[in-house]
């Protein structure tokens, strides 16, 4: 059965621009298309900056960087190489790595160095953007109104102010890159320019996995608004080919694809990160099919955006799941009926495809969705929802005022909601306080927000949280580990194991339980029984041998034990781990019961940078400076 052919050319032929000047600064399009440049620069940096005031928080950015001891030697060629092979937080991406080293070799840790490399990142590709856009359609204005929108939108603070999603912005920048280059192969092939597009894929690949969908979008690309596919579009000056051959053309990169797919599978399964919530598929089916809806509502109505929305699970109506295919069903339909509007067609798909490795049909954590998930896939809305807006106003013959006056109210009312929500990325505690304000039955919402009141000593205030986190998910290991924190914390050892335990089985995420063996270890040392804290302490350093933490807790069970050069040989080597003022405190107090006190006082000094209030670490340097005083005047 032949193909009609669809002719795209005739309703993308150029139209009446909403300003073209004809003489002065702005005839000249390199000239405007710079100055927007910049203007759109301008704009997400206005919006963006004051997230260089914010702090790091408790929510992965240990895990990425303040925690990290990888980082501590900058971009080196030892870091270079763990990055290349680490699939750690279950996922191989070594220039996200590389980027936190560097960032790590110029801010240590100061955070505004490292939220204002990512607004970068955000910048350049909101830039990248337009000019992708003007270059293929040569629709100046619409190009530049989408890509204000991708600057702006609410749904993308989350990828540019939390530290830990370098990644996204990081791979984005690159995946934005390679369709730049493909573009620039599409009008000559050759094997340079081909190269060109390979390597920047990998880029991509080597930042965030969720990019595996490239090809594909390429494909929509070669559809519109390349206009590649012989016999179905008309020449637009790219070169064009046969279906099959433009297929063809994408194998290696399907094949980069495939490989990133299987390793990120392995790093995920290795991590205890699949199946975290193991849901069968027709939840998991139901719940992808109602956030697809979520997410095209979320585009035009960016309203109650949280870090984290909890997956409903078995609670999640079939009706709803029901109606939900109806709408998507019914918009492809629409889109396949006025598939002559290109924009429509390959808009719709890049979203529904893009979407397709994070939708939630193989279960990566324990989330419905994520607004860091829309970077990418909502770019195709928004060319798809401008460019239909466009035609429709073209069409009532709006005047150019109205519609300048309309984009930019909507540009700045996009801007003025992602300033609001980007300021509750400020700290830990305001971000967690408004997700549970957004959010129903949240309990990551209620286990990180105590966890913000007990890095600010708030321990009593923490408690309930961890509790009600353990009520609304029996299943969370988070919650029982919490608790027996604090069970721990406040003198009660002995009721703290129960609940470690507990978190020690429900979780297979190593870090996890690395952490909870470590406070395992601890509490059975506090009850007396070295035996199983031996072994506490042996299985979290077999699942992370570079948590500084459980090193400390080895080193008080070493001196428990009588054993004081073995401890001092535990609390040295959580102080290389990651320097710490209790490792070093540690440090101090076991060299000075061994005699050594020029080292005692060296380690308590070192406490003392980081902590400079540690009153402790004070008075056992005055006490050791005093002790040959004391001697001599005997």
């Known amino acids: 059965m032949s193909t009609a052919p669809v002719q795209v050319q005739e309703t993308e032929a150029p139209k009446k621009e909403w300003s073209k000047p004809t003489d002065g600064f702005f005839a000249a399009p390199e000239k405007r298309t710079l100055v927007l440049s910049l203007l759109l620069v301008v704009f997400t940096l206005a919006v963006y900056n004051q997230a260089t005031h914010f702090q790091f928080v408790n929510f992965d950015d240990d895990r990425y960087v303040t925690e990290n001891p990888h980082l501590k030697a900058g971009l080196s060629w030892g870091t270079i190489k763990w990055a290349i092979f680490s699939t750690d937080e279950a996922n191989w991406h070594p220039l996200t790595w590389m980027s936190h080293a560097l960032d790590y070799q110029w801010f240590h840790l100061n955070p505004a160095g490292h939220h204002f490399t990512s607004i970068i990142f955000h910048a350049l590709s909101g830039c990248i953007l337009f000019l992708l856009l003007f270059r293929s359609t040569r629709r100046l204005g619409l190009s530049f109104f989408v890509a204000a929108v991708f600057a702006l939108h609410p749904s993308n603070v989350e990828s540019v102010v939390w530290v830990s999603e370098r990644k996204n912005v990081l791979s984005t920048f690159f995946f934005l890159l390679t369709l730049g280059a493909y573009g620039w192969c599409a009008v000559k092939a050759d094997w340079k320019r081909y190269l060109a597009v390979a390597g920047l894929f990998i880029c991509a690949l080597a930042s965030k996995p969720m990019v595996v969908t490239l090809p594909f ?116 339909v629409l889109v396949v009926r006025f598939r002559a509007r290109g924009y429509l067609m390959v808009g719709w798909l890049w979203f529904l495809g893009t979407l397709v490795p994070v939708i939630g049909l193989v279960q990566v954590g324990n989330q419905a969705m994520a607004d860091r998930y829309t970077y990418i896939p909502f770019i195709g809305l928004f060319v798809a929802i401008a460019w239909g807006v466009a035609e429709l106003a073209e069409t009532a013959k709006l005047s150019t005022m109205i519609k300048v006056a309309s984009c930019a109210c ?168 990651q320097p710490s003022d209790q490792g070093y405190f540690e440090l101090g107090r076991t060299l000075a019961q061994s005699g050594r006190n020029q080292e005692a006082i060296a380690a308590y000094q070192l406490a003392l940078q980081i902590s400079p209030n540690l009153i402790e670490a004070q008075q056992a340097i005055e006490s050791l400076r005093q002790q040959p005083t004391a001697l001599n005047s005997r």
């Open 410 to 577: 909507v540009v700045l009312t996009l801007a003025s909601v992602t300033y609001r929500q980007a300021g509750y990325w400020r700290d830990s505690l305001r971000l967690w306080k408004h997700a549970l304000e957004v959010t129903n039955n949240n309990f990551v919402a209620e286990d990180e927000f105590g966890g913000a009141l007990t890095q600010l000593g708030r321990f009593d205030e923490a408690y309930p949280h961890f509790v009600r986190a353990a009520q609304l998910q029996p299943a969370d290991p988070v919650s029982h580990s919490n608790m027996g924190a604090y069970l721990h914390q406040h003198g009660h050892a002995a009721e703290a194991i129960p609940q470690y335990e507990i978190a020690a089985r429900l979780t297979t995420d190593t870090r996890v339980l690395a952490t909870t063996y470590a406070n395992l270890g601890s509490a059975f040392a506090d009850v007396g029984d070295y035996a199983k804290a031996h072994a506490a302490f042996d299985q979290s350093i077999r699942l992370n041998p570079i948590r500084f933490n459980t090193w400390v807790g080895m080193g008080l069970l070493a001196e428990r034990e009588g054993k004081v050069e073995e401890a001092i040989r535990h609390f040295v080597r959580s102080v290389q781990l």
């Open 217 to 332: 979008v390429l494909l929509l690309l070669d559809y519109w608004p390349l206009q590649r596919f012989r016999g179905w579009t008309e020449p637009c000056g790219h070169s064009q080919a046969s279906p099959t051959k433009l297929i063809v053309e994408k194998i290696p990169l399907f094949a980069l694809s495939a490989a990133s797919c299987l390793i990120t599978m392995r790093a995920q399964r290795a991590a205890g990160a699949v199946g975290a919530l193991p849901f069968p598929l027709g939840v998991r089916l139901k719940n992808a099919l109602y956030a697809y809806v979520l997410y095209m509502k979320e585009t035009v109505w960016p309203a109650k955006l949280a870090p984290l929305y909890p997956h409903p699970g078995n609670s999640l109506a079939l009706w709803k799941a029901v109606v939900a295919a109806l709408v998507l069903l019914v918009v492809s």
